[in-house]
């Protein structure tokens, strides 16, 4: 069985100016065990004597679905010597005089940044990187400081507000990352019957996420079964009255949203959403009070 177009391009990677890859999509898409491979193979032909991280939710989550799948591809095991310590959590990888060493690490919570402090890394493979708090990714990237070192990120999909999402999904292009979508049929290992199983064991939300590979919102919404199709365009100016409403947040976000009535209909014509712990920066009332005044412009509120 051959790879997916998709995956090809993921093996594609390392040979391309990109200095990241980012794999996001539906579950059971081949996202992490095609990177996986790639990841190794990039190391071992580009450096020498040099460490590596491989992290995921917890060491388990990697040893489970990284490092087990891994020992078990024919062509590593035929090319290259695998030799890894359970109880340090690190695989060696040689092949003639080469080797290389790769750590396993665990980013369960906001203490886990210290375990990975002072490594200095030829590169990072990132597994559920959505489900990794900021700090910990943020200060594994910080280790990558060796010259053509590169960044390998995968998840599925969370909320659209997510930080991974804002911070680099979004921002892929100026980041010099390859964002690469994935959905259950860049998978050719998976059947039609277990494609199928799945698109009917979820809905909503979790349909656009687990399936669709979407970023879409499902916790905390009031009416679980809104989603897009409930969205309108509003018609184009003058309205009959105006009003602004405003959700104001210190160290919780603040949003704002301009309404415009027309014909009896209430919509939704602007708005206004600043988070100031994301950000790593708090407004005053006056910044908020001048982007209040900037969302209503020379309406009559």
């Not at 995956?7 to 996001?24: E, K, N």
């Not at 009003?243 to 949003?255: A, Q, R």
Request: charged share 25%; glycine share 10%.
């Amino acid at each position: 069985m051959g790879f997916s177009e998709k995956q090809r391009q993921v093996l594609r990677f390392p040979y391309t100016p990109y200095s990241a890859l980012i794999c996001d999509g539906a579950v059971r898409a081949g996202k992490t065990s095609v990177m996986s491979l790639s990841f190794i193979l990039w190391a071992m032909g580009r450096f020498n004597g040099c460490a590596f991280a491989v992290c995921g939710k917890s060491v388990g989550s990697v040893e489970r679905n990284i490092l087990t799948p891994l020992l078990s591809v024919r062509y590593l095991q035929e090319h290259f010597s695998l030799c890894y310590n359970r109880g340090g959590h690190v695989l060696t990888v040689r092949r003639g005089t080469r080797e290389n060493r790769f750590y396993l690490f665990g980013g369960k919570d906001e203490s886990s940044y210290t375990l990975i402090q002072g490594v200095t890394l030829a590169g990072v493979l990132l597994d559920e990187v959505a489900l990794m708090p900021r700090s910990f990714v943020e200060q594994t990237i910080a280790r990558c400081s060796v010259t053509g070192s590169r960044l390998w990120f995968s998840c599925n999909p969370e909320s659209p507000a997510h930080w991974f999402y804002q911070e680099w999904v979004l921002k892929a292009g100026g980041k010099k990352a390859l964002r690469l979508r994935f959905t259950m049929d860049d998978n050719p290992g998976l059947s039609k019957e277990v494609r199928e199983r799945y698109a009917g064991t979820f809905q909503g939300a979790f349909y656009r996420r687990f399936v669709l590979g979407e970023w879409a919102v499902a916790e905390g919404l009031v009416y679980d079964f809104f989603d897009r199709s409930f969205v309108r365009e509003a018609p184009e100016e003058p309205f009959e009255e105006w009003y602004v409403s405003v959700d104001y947040g210190t160290s919780n976000p603040t949003s704002m949203g301009l309404w415009g009535r027309k014909g009896g209909v209430w919509y939704r014509t602007g708005e206004y959403y600043y988070d100031g712990r994301a950000a790593r920066r708090q407004k005053t009332d006056e910044e908020y009070a001048d982007d209040l005044a900037g969302l209503a412009g020379d309406r009559p509120v």
